[in-house]
Protein backbone atom coordinates (compact mmCIF):
# COMPACT_ATOMS: atom_id res chain seq x y z
CA UNK A 1 0.00 0.00 0.00
CA UNK A 2 1.39 3.35 -1.29
CA UNK A 3 2.54 5.23 2.13
CA UNK A 4 0.69 8.41 1.49
CA UNK A 5 -2.29 6.30 1.39
CA UNK A 6 -2.01 5.01 4.87
CA UNK A 7 -0.74 8.79 6.05
CA UNK A 8 -3.87 9.99 4.19
CA UNK A 9 -5.60 7.24 6.39
CA UNK A 10 -4.37 8.07 9.27
CA UNK A 11 -5.17 11.50 9.35
CA UNK A 12 -8.80 10.93 8.53
CA UNK A 13 -8.98 8.85 11.06
CA UNK A 14 -7.36 11.09 13.42
CA UNK A 15 -10.04 13.54 12.61
CA UNK A 16 -13.04 11.38 12.55
CA UNK A 17 -11.44 10.81 16.42
CA UNK A 18 -10.94 13.92 17.74
CA UNK A 19 -14.24 15.46 16.24
CA UNK A 20 -16.02 12.25 18.42
CA UNK A 21 -14.00 13.22 21.59
CA UNK A 22 -15.00 16.24 20.82
CA UNK A 23 -18.63 15.91 20.91
CA UNK A 24 -18.72 13.01 23.75
CA UNK A 25 -16.95 15.54 25.91
CA UNK A 26 -18.95 18.72 25.23
CA UNK A 27 -22.35 16.45 25.68
CA UNK A 28 -21.01 15.02 28.78
CA UNK A 29 -19.12 17.97 30.38
CA UNK A 30 -20.80 19.77 32.96
CA UNK A 31 -20.62 22.47 35.63
CA UNK A 32 -23.07 20.33 37.87
CA UNK A 33 -22.66 17.02 39.26
CA UNK A 34 -24.97 14.00 37.96
CA UNK A 35 -26.29 14.66 42.00
CA UNK A 36 -26.72 17.81 40.97
CA UNK A 37 -28.78 17.35 37.98
CA UNK A 38 -30.87 14.64 38.95
CA UNK A 39 -32.27 16.99 42.68
CA UNK A 40 -32.49 19.91 39.93
CA UNK A 41 -34.45 17.85 38.15
CA UNK A 42 -36.23 15.20 40.68
CA UNK A 43 -36.88 18.14 43.42
CA UNK A 44 -36.94 21.00 41.88
CA UNK A 45 -33.53 22.75 43.22
CA UNK A 46 -30.16 22.24 43.75
CA UNK A 47 -27.54 23.56 45.79
CA UNK A 48 -23.84 24.40 44.54
CA UNK A 49 -21.21 25.32 47.15
CA UNK A 50 -18.72 27.98 47.62
CA UNK A 51 -19.86 29.68 43.72
CA UNK A 52 -19.17 32.97 45.48
CA UNK A 53 -15.72 33.85 47.08
CA UNK A 54 -14.90 35.66 50.25
CA UNK A 55 -13.80 38.60 48.02
CA UNK A 56 -17.22 38.58 45.95
CA UNK A 57 -19.49 38.41 49.30
CA UNK A 58 -17.03 41.17 50.52
CA UNK A 59 -17.48 43.72 47.85
CA UNK A 60 -21.45 42.73 47.58
CA UNK A 61 -21.69 43.49 50.84
CA UNK A 62 -19.76 46.74 50.95
CA UNK A 63 -21.98 47.93 47.43
CA UNK A 64 -25.03 47.20 48.92
CA UNK A 65 -24.27 49.17 52.23
CA UNK A 66 -23.08 52.37 50.09
CA UNK A 67 -25.95 52.50 47.76
CA UNK A 68 -27.96 52.28 51.59
CA UNK A 69 -26.14 55.19 52.42
CA UNK A 70 -26.58 56.83 49.79
CA UNK A 71 -30.30 56.50 49.00
CA UNK A 72 -32.56 59.58 49.58
CA UNK A 73 -35.86 58.39 50.73
CA UNK A 74 -38.16 61.26 49.09
CA UNK A 75 -40.89 58.44 48.35
CA UNK A 76 -44.22 57.97 50.57
CA UNK A 77 -44.53 54.39 50.82
CA UNK A 78 -41.32 52.47 50.24
CA UNK A 79 -41.85 49.34 52.26
CA UNK A 80 -41.85 45.88 51.24
CA UNK A 81 -44.76 43.44 52.20
CA UNK A 82 -45.30 40.22 50.98
CA UNK A 83 -48.27 40.62 52.76
CA UNK A 84 -49.88 43.05 50.01
CA UNK A 85 -50.54 40.77 46.86
CA UNK A 86 -51.51 43.73 44.96
CA UNK A 87 -48.80 46.09 44.94
CA UNK A 88 -51.42 48.66 43.20
CA UNK A 89 -50.61 52.00 42.20
CA UNK A 90 -47.79 51.60 43.89
CA UNK A 91 -45.36 53.62 41.26
CA UNK A 92 -41.99 53.62 43.73
CA UNK A 93 -42.45 49.97 43.02
CA UNK A 94 -43.49 49.57 39.51
CA UNK A 95 -40.61 52.23 38.12
CA UNK A 96 -37.84 50.16 40.32
CA UNK A 97 -37.97 47.73 37.66
CA UNK A 98 -35.51 49.10 35.69
CA UNK A 99 -34.06 51.19 38.68
CA UNK A 100 -32.09 50.65 42.00
CA UNK A 101 -34.44 50.74 44.35
CA UNK A 102 -34.50 50.30 48.28
CA UNK A 103 -37.91 49.26 50.50
CA UNK A 104 -37.79 49.49 53.95
CA UNK A 105 -38.98 46.10 56.25
CA UNK A 106 -42.52 46.36 56.87
CA UNK A 107 -41.65 46.82 61.00
CA UNK A 108 -39.40 49.38 60.24
CA UNK A 109 -41.01 52.16 62.03
CA UNK A 110 -42.80 52.58 65.48
CA UNK A 111 -46.24 54.40 66.13
CA UNK A 112 -44.49 57.56 65.54
CA UNK A 113 -42.96 56.97 62.33
CA UNK A 114 -39.51 56.51 64.21
CA UNK A 115 -37.09 54.44 62.99
CA UNK A 116 -36.88 51.25 64.93
CA UNK A 117 -33.51 51.10 64.82
CA UNK A 118 -30.68 52.30 62.44
CA UNK A 119 -31.87 53.20 59.37
CA UNK A 120 -29.38 51.21 57.74
CA UNK A 121 -30.76 48.18 59.26
CA UNK A 122 -33.76 49.24 58.54
CA UNK A 123 -33.68 48.37 55.04
CA UNK A 124 -35.22 45.14 53.54
CA UNK A 125 -34.00 44.83 50.37
CA UNK A 126 -32.42 46.66 47.27
CA UNK A 127 -34.18 46.19 43.56
CA UNK A 128 -34.40 45.29 40.71
CA UNK A 129 -31.81 45.89 37.81
CA UNK A 130 -28.35 45.97 40.22
CA UNK A 131 -27.44 43.18 37.30
CA UNK A 132 -27.34 46.31 34.68
CA UNK A 133 -26.68 49.24 36.96
CA UNK A 134 -23.94 48.92 39.31
CA UNK A 135 -20.90 47.99 38.67
CA UNK A 136 -19.92 45.27 41.06
CA UNK A 137 -23.31 43.62 40.64
CA UNK A 138 -23.18 43.37 36.92
CA UNK A 139 -19.65 42.01 36.90
CA UNK A 140 -21.05 39.24 39.38
CA UNK A 141 -23.93 38.57 38.00
CA UNK A 142 -22.60 38.00 34.71
CA UNK A 143 -19.74 35.61 35.60
CA UNK A 144 -18.96 33.00 33.25
CA UNK A 145 -19.71 30.01 35.78
CA UNK A 146 -23.04 31.27 36.44
CA UNK A 147 -23.90 31.01 32.57
CA UNK A 148 -22.29 27.52 32.65
CA UNK A 149 -24.57 26.56 35.44
CA UNK A 150 -27.79 27.83 33.43
CA UNK A 151 -26.79 25.79 30.70
CA UNK A 152 -26.89 22.86 32.59
CA UNK A 153 -30.07 23.81 34.51
CA UNK A 154 -31.41 23.78 30.78
CA UNK A 155 -31.69 27.65 29.72
CA UNK A 156 -30.56 27.62 26.53
CA UNK A 157 -30.88 31.62 26.04
CA UNK A 158 -30.69 33.17 29.60
CA UNK A 159 -31.86 36.25 30.05
CA UNK A 160 -31.40 38.20 33.22
CA UNK A 161 -34.98 39.89 34.43
CA UNK A 162 -34.39 40.62 37.40
CA UNK A 163 -32.05 41.23 40.52
CA UNK A 164 -32.71 41.69 44.80
CA UNK A 165 -30.19 42.41 47.26
CA UNK A 166 -32.29 41.18 50.21
CA UNK A 167 -31.05 42.46 53.81
CA UNK A 168 -33.14 40.26 56.24
CA UNK A 169 -32.61 42.34 58.82
CA UNK A 170 -31.80 41.35 62.75
CA UNK A 171 -34.59 41.34 65.10
CA UNK A 172 -37.30 43.17 62.46
CA UNK A 173 -36.44 41.27 58.63
CA UNK A 174 -40.28 40.32 57.36
CA UNK A 175 -41.41 37.03 56.37
CA UNK A 176 -41.46 35.97 52.93
CA UNK A 177 -44.91 34.13 52.80
CA UNK A 178 -44.92 30.91 50.58
CA UNK A 179 -44.82 31.16 46.74
CA UNK A 180 -43.61 30.32 43.08
CA UNK A 181 -41.87 32.74 41.17
CA UNK A 182 -43.25 31.75 37.79
CA UNK A 183 -46.16 33.70 39.42
CA UNK A 184 -43.90 36.72 38.72
CA UNK A 185 -42.10 35.96 35.90
CA UNK A 186 -44.57 33.74 33.28
CA UNK A 187 -43.90 32.67 30.39
CA UNK A 188 -44.94 29.74 27.88
CA UNK A 189 -43.37 27.54 28.76
CA UNK A 190 -42.93 27.89 32.52
CA UNK A 191 -38.74 28.64 32.30
CA UNK A 192 -37.97 31.49 34.92
CA UNK A 193 -35.01 29.93 37.44
CA UNK A 194 -34.49 31.91 40.46
CA UNK A 195 -30.57 31.73 41.41
CA UNK A 196 -30.64 32.70 45.35
CA UNK A 197 -26.84 33.21 46.53
CA UNK A 198 -25.76 33.50 50.32
CA UNK A 199 -24.29 36.02 50.99
CA UNK A 200 -23.83 35.05 54.82
CA UNK A 201 -24.67 31.98 56.46
CA UNK A 202 -28.40 31.17 56.50
CA UNK A 203 -29.62 29.24 59.36
CA UNK A 204 -33.02 28.27 61.03
CA UNK A 205 -32.24 31.21 63.44
CA UNK A 206 -32.04 34.09 61.02
CA UNK A 207 -34.58 33.04 58.56
CA UNK A 208 -32.80 30.30 56.09
CA UNK A 209 -34.48 29.54 52.85
CA UNK A 210 -37.60 26.86 52.86
CA UNK A 211 -38.39 24.74 50.19
CA UNK A 212 -40.89 22.56 49.07
CA UNK A 213 -39.16 19.52 47.55
CA UNK A 214 -41.02 18.24 43.95
CA UNK A 215 -43.35 21.26 44.81
CA UNK A 216 -42.49 21.96 40.74
CA UNK A 217 -44.17 19.80 40.00
CA UNK A 218 -47.52 20.50 40.63
CA UNK A 219 -49.66 23.61 39.55
CA UNK A 220 -48.70 27.32 39.41
CA UNK A 221 -51.34 29.11 41.98
CA UNK A 222 -51.42 32.53 41.03
CA UNK A 223 -50.35 35.15 38.62
CA UNK A 224 -49.37 38.80 39.18
CA UNK A 225 -50.58 40.53 36.36
CA UNK A 226 -49.99 44.22 35.45
CA UNK A 227 -52.37 46.42 33.29
CA UNK A 228 -50.96 49.72 33.56
CA UNK A 229 -50.75 50.58 36.99
CA UNK A 230 -53.05 48.18 38.29
CA UNK A 231 -51.07 44.89 39.56
CA UNK A 232 -53.41 42.09 40.74
CA UNK A 233 -52.61 38.67 42.14
CA UNK A 234 -54.87 36.51 40.24
CA UNK A 235 -55.40 33.39 41.49
CA UNK A 236 -55.22 30.02 39.43
CA UNK A 237 -55.16 27.30 41.46
CA UNK A 238 -56.12 26.12 44.57
CA UNK A 239 -53.70 23.60 45.50
CA UNK A 240 -52.95 24.05 49.63
CA UNK A 241 -49.41 25.79 50.02
CA UNK A 242 -46.82 23.30 51.98
CA UNK A 243 -47.21 22.98 55.35
CA UNK A 244 -45.65 20.20 56.70
CA UNK A 245 -43.86 19.22 53.82
CA UNK A 246 -41.15 22.22 53.64
CA UNK A 247 -37.60 21.76 54.25
CA UNK A 248 -35.32 24.42 55.62
CA UNK A 249 -31.93 25.22 53.47
CA UNK A 250 -29.41 26.29 55.97
CA UNK A 251 -26.36 27.45 54.28
CA UNK A 252 -23.12 28.93 54.29
CA UNK A 253 -21.96 32.15 52.88
CA UNK A 254 -21.09 31.66 49.28
CA UNK A 255 -23.54 29.05 48.59
CA UNK A 256 -26.05 29.61 45.66
CA UNK A 257 -29.06 27.62 45.64
CA UNK A 258 -31.06 27.56 42.10
CA UNK A 259 -34.54 26.52 41.69
CA UNK A 260 -37.64 25.63 39.26
CA UNK A 261 -39.77 28.53 39.06
CA UNK A 262 -42.97 26.66 40.07
CA UNK A 263 -41.11 25.79 43.19
CA UNK A 264 -43.08 26.76 46.31
CA UNK A 265 -40.41 28.61 48.66
CA UNK A 266 -40.80 30.83 52.02
CA UNK A 267 -38.26 32.61 54.65
CA UNK A 268 -39.09 33.08 58.48
CA UNK A 269 -39.06 36.79 60.13
CA UNK A 270 -35.73 36.83 61.44
CA UNK A 271 -36.21 37.87 65.02
CA UNK A 272 -32.55 37.10 65.67
CA UNK A 273 -29.35 39.24 66.62
CA UNK A 274 -27.62 38.44 62.82
CA UNK A 275 -28.85 39.50 59.57
CA UNK A 276 -29.51 37.00 56.43
CA UNK A 277 -28.39 38.74 53.23
CA UNK A 278 -28.91 37.20 49.94
CA UNK A 279 -28.72 38.19 46.25
CA UNK A 280 -30.71 36.93 43.56
CA UNK A 281 -31.21 36.80 39.68
CA UNK A 282 -34.40 35.89 37.97
CA UNK A 283 -33.45 34.30 34.54
CA UNK A 284 -35.73 33.25 32.15
CA UNK A 285 -35.46 31.52 28.57
CA UNK A 286 -35.50 33.40 25.63
CA UNK A 287 -36.61 30.64 23.49
CA UNK A 288 -40.28 30.81 25.26
CA UNK A 289 -42.76 33.45 25.32
CA UNK A 290 -42.48 35.77 28.17
CA UNK A 291 -45.79 37.21 29.10
CA UNK A 292 -46.53 41.15 28.58
CA UNK A 293 -48.85 41.04 31.30
CA UNK A 294 -45.69 40.34 33.57
CA UNK A 295 -44.71 43.67 36.25
CA UNK A 296 -41.77 43.58 35.44
CA UNK A 297 -40.61 44.79 31.69
CA UNK A 298 -37.67 45.18 29.99
CA UNK A 299 -38.01 48.46 28.15
CA UNK A 300 -34.74 50.67 28.55
CA UNK A 301 -31.76 48.14 29.75
CA UNK A 302 -30.29 45.55 28.08
CA UNK A 303 -31.39 42.21 28.03
CA UNK A 304 -29.03 39.70 27.93
CA UNK A 305 -27.29 36.52 29.71
CA UNK A 306 -24.53 35.90 31.43
CA UNK A 307 -22.50 37.75 28.62
CA UNK A 308 -18.96 38.46 29.76
CA UNK A 309 -19.56 42.55 30.16
CA UNK A 310 -16.63 44.58 28.74
FE1 LIG B 1 -39.27 34.01 45.41
Not at 281 to 300: F, I, M
Request: net charge negative; with cysteine.
Amino acid sequence: MPRNWIKGGCLVLNSIYTLLLTSILSGMFTMLSPKQLDQFKTDGYTVIENVLSPEHLAQMKTRAASIVNDWKDDTDNPIFTTQDNNRSNNNYFLNSAENISCFYEEEAFDANGEFVQKREDCINKIGHALHELDPTFQTISHLPLLGDIAKDLGLEQPELRQSMYIFKQPRIGGVVNWHQDATFFYSDPISVITFWFAIEDATLENGCLWVEPKGHLGPLRERFNRDDNITTMDALDDTPWPTESGVPLEVKAGTLVCFHGKLPHYSAPNRSEKSRQAYTLHVTDGRCHYAESNWLQTKTLPLRGFDIID
